[in-house]
């Protein structure tokens, strides 16, 4: 569709600008593309002399089990949006980031575009701090260990409640929980939040749950997560039968 579109523009003079997408959906629930589909737009983009966007604010700095998403699969962005865990949670900061052909139209005239607090040494300070721990610390492999090991965890409570969960799916430590009806997820989200397990919603509903954990999350906090999933996936389901049966 992507290259249906493109090249209809072209053929009309609308020749398109950039193409911006994520690289794993976050609003979105968490949706994994198939592993050929940004070097496809990659290509694509070439082909039409459009610039690639790709927004790691979610998927950035270590979540997907690389630095930046799009390393996974080999593609290098024309322009990167950071923001979120770039200010190491304590400062909130975005950057974007681009190559050198696409800031050189700044380059004789830097006021084409001005900022009031860009480049604000606190936020900078703490974005440097940031990037330093997830190198030194090795939090991107880490994050890559330890989110196999969570989403087979995952993975296996929901064995036998495929009447309630349709997939469990992520990169990384990105992980989404697909139910089969918003209720269902709401219902799965409110027992977990009762074992002191936060987990996030996407969009405006629960029919997928986000768990994104902080990239130290240690293996006994992992098992602690899939103990209490695969309690609340049992609870929900001896409450439902009771009330069938009432």
Known sequence: MLEKIMRTCSMVGEEVAAVI??????????????????????????????????????????????????????????????????????????????????????????FLHTTTFGGNPIACAAAIATINVIIEEKLPERAAVMGDYLL???????????DKVSEVRGKGLMIG????????????????????????????????????????IEKEQCDYVCKAFSEVLKEIEYEGYKRRFA
């Open 21 to 110: 997408l994520e690289p794993i959906q976050g609003e979105g629930g968490v949706i994994v593309p198939p592993d050929d589909y940004l070097q496809n737009v990659r290509d694509l983009c070439d082909k039409y002399g459009a610039l690639m966007i790709l927004d790691e604010v979610q998927t950035g700095l270590g979540r997907t089990g690389k630095m930046f998403c799009c390393e996974h699969y080999g593609v290098v962005p024309d322009i990167m949006c950071l923001a979120k865990a770039l200010g190491g949670g304590v400062m909130p900061i975005g950057a974007t980031i681009a190559t050198e052909e696409v800031f050189s139209n700044w380059f004789e005239n830097p």
């Open 152 to 162: 087979d965890g995952l993975r296996e409570a929901a064995k036998g409640h495929e």
């Open 177 to 216: 929980i697909e139910f089969v009806d918003d209720k269902t997820g709401y219902e799965v989200s409110k027992g977990l939040f009762d074992k002191g397990i936060l987990v996030a919603g996407t969009l405006i509903n629960a029919k997928t749950i986000r768990i994104e954990p902080p990239l130290t």
